[in-house]
């Protein structure tokens, strides 16, 4: 039995596909997989026992007839079954064209409806959705290949790199422990305040702890500002492949993050995760994944009910002054930091 897997974007999003593969395999051994995403994202899955086929999006696969050319990329793996684990505009294209060869095509089932309800400005419903990876298991098992998913307790997954190895020779200090902190996001409404940032940042390295910080390529000027004056600083943005990424996380006391990426490339290295939200929510399904909720920090719904206000953080404020970010302080993220230092996961 061979499965094809679909999921081009995002990093994040990708990212939580690789523990719900990697229980697949575990339940299924002699299944065969290809995963089918964007070329740089293809380390995430050098833990799991995957094939890989590269979606060019921006070049051959690009447009209408980049389609029909990774359908007939795709046909020639000769699979069994597609799983469709992003159900955008091309995967339901492809859909139409493995239908002619019927070829089987499951495909996820976002919730949208309630996503709607849960960040529309009034009579909000709060009603915890389906976290991504369970979505994700749900598409497997109307394949035919279900498995007993809990997103508190994933697959231990074993990355490992040289590079990461020498990198964290070449930064480790001598501290009380080693955190890693990724501050930036795409978007204004998961975005915590820079000086909120500065000050947690100055407040750890009181205290003796080593900060890692982490981000991607055009990440690396404005978090170099934080490593001005601090011996205890260290600046990784877009120095490191995924894969030697998580590995060097592993080693991390603890990570904090904002809703991005980093949080769940953190939680697959069963690091524990101090997670940062605004405008975006747990209850929309793309929490941390393992046992971290005791480690999310937010202003509580008693405090600011307007929050959701948006499933991404990409919609304008509500009330205009982002005080889902703005009113929370660095000493509380420093509380949990603190907490998650002292409960490994």
Same mark, same amino acid.
């Given at each position: 039995?061979?499965?094809?897997? @679909?999921?081009?974007?995002?990093?994040?999003?990708?990212?939580?596909?690789?523990?719900?593969?990697?229980?697949?395999?575990?339940?299924?051994?002699?299944?065969?997989? &290809?995963?089918?995403?964007?070329?740089?994202?293809?380390?995430?899955? !050098?833990?799991?026992?995957?094939?890989?086929?590269?979606?060019?999006?921006?070049?051959?696969?690009?447009?209408?007839?980049?389609?029909?050319?990774?359908? !007939?990329?795709?046909?020639?793996?000769?699979?069994?079954?597609?799983?469709?684990?992003?159900?955008?505009?091309?995967?339901?294209? @492809?859909?139409?064209?493995? %239908?002619?060869?019927?070829?089987?095509?499951?495909?996820?089932?976002?919730?949208?409806?309630?996503?709607?309800?849960?960040?529309?400005?009034?009579?909000?419903?709060?009603?915890?959705?389906?976290?991504?990876?369970?979505?994700?298991?749900?598409?497997?098992?109307?394949?035919?290949?279900?498995?007993?998913?809990? +997103?508190?307790?994933?697959?231990?997954?074993?990355?490992?790199?040289?590079?990461?190895?020498?990198?964290?020779?070449?930064?480790? +200090?001598? %501290?009380?422990? &080693?955190?890693?902190?990724?501050?930036? +996001?795409?978007?204004?409404?998961?975005?915590?305040?820079?000086?909120?940032?500065?000050?947690?940042?100055?407040?750890?390295?009181?205290?003796?702890?080593?900060?890692?910080?982490?981000?991607?390529?055009?990440?690396?000027?404005?978090?170099?500002?934080?490593?001005?004056?601090?011996?205890?600083? !260290?600046?990784?943005?877009?120095?490191?492949?995924?894969?030697?990424?998580?590995?060097?996380?592993?080693?991390?006391?603890?990570?904090?993050?904002?809703?991005?990426?980093?949080?769940?490339?953190?939680?697959?290295?069963?690091?524990?995760?101090?997670?940062?939200?605004?405008? +975006?929510?747990?209850?929309?399904?793309?929490?941390?994944?393992?046992?971290?909720?005791?480690?999310?920090?937010?202003?509580?719904?008693?405090?600011?009910?307007?929050?959701?206000?948006?499933?991404?953080?990409?919609?304008?404020?509500?009330?205009?002054?982002?005080?889902?970010?703005?009113?929370?302080?660095?000493?509380?993220?420093?509380?949990?930091?603190?907490?998650?230092?002292?409960?490994?996961?």
């Amino acid at each position: 039995m061979h499965l094809v897997v @679909l999921r081009f974007s995002a990093i994040g999003d990708v990212a939580l596909t690789v523990p719900v593969i990697a229980q697949i395999k575990q339940t299924y051994p002699e299944v065969k997989i &290809t995963v089918v995403t964007r070329g740089f994202l293809k380390s995430l899955f !050098s833990a799991v026992d995957v094939n890989f086929l590269e979606a060019d999006l921006n070049g051959r696969h690009k447009g209408f007839k980049g389609i029909k050319k990774l359908h !007939s990329d795709i046909k020639k793996l000769n699979p069994d079954k597609i799983i469709d684990l992003h159900g955008v505009l091309r995967t339901h294209i @492809l859909k139409r064209f493995f %239908s002619l060869n019927r070829i089987p095509f499951f495909s996820i089932n976002k919730g949208r409806e309630g996503k709607k309800e849960l960040t529309r400005k009034e009579n909000k419903v709060w009603k915890q959705q389906k976290h991504s990876t369970t979505r994700y298991a749900e598409v497997f098992a109307e394949a035919g290949f279900p498995i007993n998913w809990k +997103t508190e307790s994933i697959p231990h997954l074993k990355y490992t790199n040289p590079k990461a190895e020498e990198v964290w020779a070449e930064i480790k +200090t001598e %501290s009380t422990a &080693t955190i890693g902190i990724a501050p930036l +996001t795409t978007f204004k409404g998961k975005t915590w305040p820079w000086e909120k940032v500065e000050e947690l940042v100055q407040q750890l390295c009181e205290q003796q702890i080593q900060v890692v910080l982490f981000g991607g390529k055009g990440d690396k000027e404005i978090l170099d500002k934080l490593t001005l004056n601090q011996t205890l600083v !260290s600046n990784l943005a877009g120095k490191l492949p995924f894969d030697a990424e998580i590995a060097l996380m592993k080693k991390l006391d603890a990570m904090v993050s904002m809703d991005s990426s980093n949080m769940h490339l953190a939680t697959l290295a069963g690091t524990p995760v101090v997670s940062i939200w605004g405008a +975006t929510h747990t209850l929309a399904g793309f929490g941390p994944l393992g046992k971290n909720d005791h480690l999310i920090a937010e202003i509580p719904k008693e405090e600011l009910d307007c929050r959701p206000c948006s499933v991404f953080g990409n919609k304008p404020c509500f009330r205009g002054d982002y005080a889902c970010l703005n009113y929370l302080s660095s000493q509380s993220v420093l509380e949990k930091v603190i907490l998650a230092t002292k409960q490994k996961l």
